[in-house]
């Protein structure tokens, strides 16, 4: 009678184990075709001539503002946009972070 309990708790550890796998994952997913889009939205990535992380902030100069759809960064989530010249500075939340090593991989 014990090993049946023991064996009831194993498998509903298990299923709650892949159930957050699966959520995490997702979540991976989302991000990333976030992340695609963004950088869609800044003109791609030969329009990102140089770019920062600062803490929840990233500041990215583009060679092209006119190829930057700011509306499009807003609605991924942006909580601000600053366009100084060529420059944004644009207020991402704890996604800036991600993001910077996203653009990395993509250099």
Do not use: C, P, W
Not at 27 to 52: A, P, R, S
Not at 81 to 94: A, D, F, S, Y
């Amino acid at each position: 009678m014990e090993h049946i309990e023991y064996l009831q708790y194993l498998i509903i550890i298990l299923l709650m184990l892949a159930i957050a796998f699966a959520i995490v994952r997702s979540k991976k997913k989302d991000l990333k075709l976030e992340l695609n889009k963004l950088v869609e939205y800044l003109g791609g990535k030969d329009n990102i001539v140089k770019y920062e992380f600062h803490k929840s902030r990233f500041v990215v100069d583009v060679k092209d503002t006119e190829k930057v759809n700011k509306e499009g960064i807003q609605k991924l989530g942006a909580q601000g946009i600053v366009e100084i010249g060529n420059q944004l500075k644009i207020i991402l939340g704890e996604n800036a972070k991600q993001f910077k090593k996203y653009i990395d991989n993509l250099k």
